[in-house]
């Protein structure tokens, strides 16, 4: 087991990894759930206007295969009330562990969960919506970024809405939106969450209940051929925004979406399956594949096969862990970085306040306001990595300050950011991490540029 991927989360849901199935309608029935939920992971079952029937059913398979810890995703705003009111009083019945909500906010619905006993998780496309969400009592957040495929419910990239949701909330915060193998979940647990959930890469598998036709059409896209569009609206709320891979329909190929005439393209069962509804092709689905809703996240260009879930999870949690390993032995040298920019910032402080001179005064006092602010980097770097900054000064500041003479002691500094410079080049061709890789390349330059400035001070002739 990876104890690095493990995470708070984990124990609330009940799962190994903190990989999520996402509750995508239709797709994630119990056998696909089922599958994820026993590679580790934690399994949604897709059941918006789902028959009451259906959930039950779907639940007592997962249970027949020895899957007691899963979860149940609802959507109060495409749902009829008479249904929804059914499938609230089903998952209480039937002791649902977890329940998603998704779109407008109940606050009465999340408390009803809550005195039943179930685990309510928010999916949410703002930091105002997950304010709104945890007050109401979720036990734990989605923050959805636009890149998710299917319905998308803010305008915010993840890269964004992460890091702003995670400082917002007290409770766990999960990632959604592109995310489609390890450097993904890498990248999303470094920004704060505590797990990801995966819809398209786990809608890509043996045990999807998908199309094949769907799965073909996700092996042949790339990242650049998902489209943000509002044109499947049947069965939801009006303006809703959906990701989807470019088609006939969103080409425009067949006319107005919104006029009043329905047409009938497909049947699920009996059930008409209409032009512009929100329907995706499933496998118990018959009709005009092409012109249905083909839901893709923006990482599908990653999506290379159909495999099955284990194979999936296991490639993701190989790669994740490989890059969070990584991540943490860099934990040691940034510390140690820290450590030495704090006595250089304290070095400078006081040197500062002994200089006579005011050039001199102003170059170290220049030079501490800089050590101080990569002090602050590097702290935000440690944090963002998992680790803990150290709070030591380093003892490189005891043996500058016994330096009485202060074009010595200034020397000794010089030679101190010539280390820092030295473990820099060092430690930059470790790091993945873009980010990082770019803020240590500016501290780099900017030791360099100090070291380069106090060397011509101490080379210049004394001012008069």
Known sequence: MSTVLHRPICELLGCTYPLVLAGMGGVARSGLAAAVTEAGGFGFLGMVREPVSLIRSEVQIMRARGVQRFGVNLIPAATPPDL??????????????VVTLFWDLSAQIVTRLREAGIVVVCQVGSVEEAVAARQAGAHAIIAQGCEAGGHVRGASPLREILPQVVAAVDCPVLAAGGISDGRDVADVLALGAQGAVLGTALMATHESF???????????????????????????????????????????EHGDPFRAERVIIGDENGRPIYLFSTDSPLCSMTGDFEAMALYSGTGVGRIAAIVSVGERLQSIIAEATEILTKQAELLTPLNELLEAERAGSRVCLLTAEEAKDPELAALVKDIQRDEAHWCSVLTQAIVRLGGTPSSRIGSFNERAMAIPDLPERLAFVNRGQGWVVKRLRELLPQVRDQELRDQLSNMLDAHQTNIDRVNASLQAPPSK
């Not at 929804?84 to 562990?97: I, K, N, R, T």
């Not at 790339?222 to 049947?234: A, E, Q, R």
């Open 210 to 252: 998908a199309h094949p036709y769907h799965k073909r059409r996700l092996l042949a896209a790339k990242d650049t051929d998902t489209v943000l569009t509002d044109m499947f609206h049947i069965n939801w709320p009006r303006g809703a925004k959906v990701r989807v891979l470019a088609n006939s329909v969103t080409q425009g």
């Open 84 to 97: 929804l009111e059914a499938q609230l009083q089903v998952c209480a019945e039937v002791s649902v562990p």
